[in-house]
């Protein structure tokens, strides 16, 4: 029995749909291509976080710091000291300022902290101080001491190839001493036992 075009061409179509891909190639007829699986991305594994190693703040919250060669020791964060004990005004009154960097000062290799306190005594001033803190045989020590000003604002602190970098807002020249509203970069570098102030 002879076979049509037509007939021919029904049978091919006809193994094709049946899932014969093999012969449907063979014939010249396309088959439908299967999307390859999408590749699932392995989530990335959590990063610990960096040791902060001494410097947490409780260690520079409680740590001693020297005023104009006193030694002086926070506890929480302060110290308060009175003329006596029913004065209601203070001749010492420090409190450790949320400001703080983290570097290597000395060129030693380890982390070092710049931190920001001041002092307000009573009466309208504010006395701002840049204080290092450096590791000694393993402990954390201030080691230097700069006096800021009277009521300077610190508004970040960083510590750049070394060197401690301070944005402020200090007085100009026409500011009353309540409201300072100059902005400068003050740039210090520890020297020994002294944060010395470089020129702008």
């Not at 899932?19 to 989530?43: D, E, I, K, R, Y």
């Not at 409680?62 to 004065?87: C, H, M, R, W």
């Not at 902290?113 to 402990?139: E, H, K, N, Q, T």
């Amino acid at each position: 029995m002879s076979v049509t075009p037509f007939a021919s061409r029904l049978g091919i179509a006809a193994l094709a749909a049946a899932g014969m891909p093999v012969l449907a190639g063979c014939l010249g007829v396309s088959q439908p291509m299967t999307p390859p699986a999408a590749a699932v991305a392995t989530p990335a594994a959590p990063q610990p976080p960096l040791d902060p190693g001494p410097w947490d703040d409780p260690t520079l919250g409680n740590l001693t710091y020297t005023f104009d060669g006193k030694p002086i020791a926070l506890e929480n964060g302060e110290y308060q000291e009175k003329p006596d004990a029913a004065s209601a005004t203070f001749v010492t009154n420090i409190r450790l300022g949320p400001q703080r960097a983290f570097g290597d000062l000395d060129g030693d290799g380890e982390r070092d902290a710049a931190v920001i306190l001041s002092d307000a005594p009573g009466g309208s001033g504010v006395f701002v101080y840049l204080a290092a803190v450096a590791a000694r045989d393993g402990m954390p020590v201030n080691v230097a001491m700069a006096s800021l000003g009277d009521r300077v604002v610190v508004d970040a602190v960083s510590i750049t190839d070394g060197r401690v970098v301070l944005d402020v807002t200090t007085h100009g020249p026409q500011d009353p001493m309540c409201c300072p509203s100059l902005a400068a970069t003050w740039v210090y570098r520890l020297d020994g036992d002294a944060l010395v102030r470089e020129a702008e």
